[in-house]
Nanobody, 124 residues
């Protein structure tokens, strides 16, 4: 049974930093692309960042480019998201996701496995 569990969320002041991690079990995802998405109250789930299986290619949403960094890890924690210079508009539930393909996608419909999410709240 595939399971993804996000951690590292919390409450932080604007300008602060958080690091999100994604723990995986049930199978390994070293050959697949992975991504982070977020969903704010009343809004659709939106793309944040994606990374190739090798870590050599990354995509970012324009709203987080230069502030967030996605990186690959080991089999148990295959992906993380370093978030710096946080803004109140970054407040959302953040989800990690696995895409059973080697190419990247910004479309949430292109992802096959999802975690339950971790809340990030940025106060002004």
């Amino acid at each position: 049974q595939v399971q993804l569990v996000e951690s590292g969320g919390g409450l932080v002041q604007a300008g602060g930093s958080l690091r999100l991690s994604c723990a995986a079990s049930g199978r390994t995802f070293s050959s697949y692309a992975m991504g982070w998405f977020r969903q704010a109250p009343g809004k659709e789930r939106e793309f944040v960042a994606a990374i190739s299986w090798s870590g050599g290619v990354t995509y970012y949403a324009d709203s987080v480019k230069g502030r967030f960094t996605i990186s690959r890890g080991n089999a148990k924690n295959p992906v993380s998201l370093q978030m710096n210079s946080l803004k109140p508009e970054d407040t959302a539930v953040y989800y990690c996701a696995v895409r059973r393909a080697v190419d990247l996608s910004r479309d949430r419909r292109g992802y096959d496995y999802w975690g339950q999410g971790t809340q990030v709240t940025v106060s002004s």
